[in-house]
């Protein structure tokens, strides 16, 4: 029954993804200087139109990793080394998960794992989107858990005003930035400080 569920799953969300494709669904891109290096994170900003983020996170695989944001993987790119959270990160390019666990016990997670070409997950796929990477739906512990680089607690905190679209942002902390992801009433941080 488990597998039949997140099938429906998996299919409901492919077919979403081909709703917000025609609809153009907005990207976002939050940037920051650490260490005189350039951070970029770019990601999906679903919205939440009238539904709580406890309804969405109900829907999350038995392993409650979600993909940080909404259709093409979310990705951080960092042109030099990094501490996130106080780990070491490497300069390059990550796919970003989010671990969603009980109440506010969220995990950051960046991966080496780039992702799948839509196109190998779903026959549909429209020709210019069939090699755009996608995020693991499902499966993500066993298809890309041992690419994990980065798997760091984030503190739990209140957005200034509530966030229909799912916002990441960095604000200059030091020599770094703080990452804040937030959607609805709710919001989550990590540091991002250089290596040296």
Request: hydrophobic content about 40%; glycine content about 10%; aromatic content about 8%.
């Amino acid at each position: 029954m488990e597998i039949r569920r997140n099938g429906l799953v998996a299919v409901a969300a492919f077919a979403m993804a081909a709703s917000a494709l025609a609809q153009g669904t907005p990207r976002g891109n939050a940037t920051a200087t650490v260490g005189g290096r350039k951070v970029t994170l770019d990601y999906g900003r679903p919205a939440l139109k009238g539904r709580s983020l406890d309804e969405l996170l109900k829907q999350l695989p038995p392993d409650r990793m979600w993909r940080a944001g909404e259709n093409q993987v979310t990705t951080l790119t960092c042109e030099g080394e990094l501490l996130v959270g106080g780990k070491k990160v490497p300069a390059g390019k990550y796919s970003v998960y989010v671990h969603a666990g009980e109440g506010d016990a969220w995990d950051f997670v960046l991966n080496k794992d780039p992702g799948v070409p839509l196109g190998k997950i779903w026959d549909k796929a429209p020709d210019n989107m069939k090699n755009e990477p996608w995020p693991h739906l499902e499966g993500y512990t066993k298809a890309a858990g041992a690419s994990e680089i980065v798997r760091t607690k984030m503190a739990a905190t209140k957005p200034a005003q509530p966030a229909d679209l799912f916002t990441a942002s960095f604000a200059p902390k030091g020599k770094g930035a703080t990452l804040t992801l937030a959607w609805g009433t709710q919001a989550w941080t990590v540091d991002v400080q250089p290596a040296q």
